[in-house]
T-cell receptor, first 115, second 113 residues
Framework: DTAVSQTPKYLVTQMGNDKSIKCEQN?????MYWYKQDSKKFLKIMFS???????INETVPNRFSPKSPDKAHLNLHINSLELGDSAVYFC??????????????FGQGTRLTVV | GENVEQHPSTLSVQEGDSAVIKCTYS??????FPWYKQELGKGPQLIID?????GEKKDQRIAVTLNKTAKHFSLHITETQPEDSAVYFC????????????FGTGTRLTIIP
């Protein structure tokens, strides 16, 4: 199936731990993103990468570190997890050309719960 | 930066009736306005989009209108069906090296059978 896939789907962890979320897209897109959706469903961009290069970093705490080993993968590593990090994290990708001025394809989301 | 406001936050309509969701944006440079539907436990999925050189676009029961002067755009769903129940997000983006989608706050649409 062609898609944006992220793992794990659910992640429950204790405060202070370090965790990673993986994302892969097989759509041939150049640009990938991480979005955070809070409990009120508000969707906010965290990072965008174009062909492995960081383009957008939306004042996200430096405990969050994205890594793009190649243009098909964008992983998110979070250090020293805090209660406020609990949210659903979405990976997305968009076709080459004009960055995000076109359709973005979202993964299924990773529900992170910090206890 | 861009700011997108969306109303209403919740909307209930009888099956078969129409639903309208409205958004306003702040940055006159924005030129792309997509609408996403998010079903429970899933990621947002594009349902329709419109660019600033067009005033209206229709796809079967879904239509979007754009008023560039007033900086607002709306989603219209006609003949609503139970499967239309979901959270809908509007978004806006402007061209540039740092293009990104700025989302509205979402509308939870419930279709009453």
């Amino acid at each position: 199936d062609t898609a944006v896939s992220q793992t794990p789907k659910y992640l429950v962890t204790q405060m202070g731990n370090d965790k990673s979320i993986k994302c892969e897209q097989n759509l041939g897109h150049d640009t990938m993103y991480w979005y955070k959706q809070d409990s009120k469903k508000f969707l906010k961009i965290m990072f965008s990468y174009n062909n492995k290069e960081l383009i957008i970093n939306e004042t996200v705490p430096n405990r969050f570190s994205p890594k793009s080993p190649d243009k098909a993968h964008l992983n998110l590593h979070i250090n020293s997890l805090e209660l406020g990090d609990s949210a659903v994290y979405f990976c997305a990708s968009s076709p080459p050309g004009t960055h995000m001025n076109t359709e973005a394809f979202f993964g299924q989301g990773t529900r992170l719960t910090v206890v | 930066g861009e700011n997108v406001e969306q109303h209403p936050s919740t909307l209930s309509v009888q099956e078969g009736d129409s639903a309208v969701i409205k958004c306003t944006y702040s940055d006159s440079a924005s030129n792309y306005f997509p609408w996403y539907k998010q079903e429970l436990g899933k990621g947002p999925q594009l349902i329709i989009d419109i660019r600033s050189n067009v005033g209206e676009k229709k796809d079967q029961r879904i239509a979007v209108t754009l008023n560039k002067t007033a900086k607002h755009f709306s989603l219209h769903i006609t003949e609503t069906q139970p499967e239309d129940s979901a959270v809908y997000f509007c978004a806006a983006s402007y061209p540039g090296w740092d293009e990104k989608l700025t989302f509205g706050t979402g509308t939870r649409l419930t279709i009453i059978p």
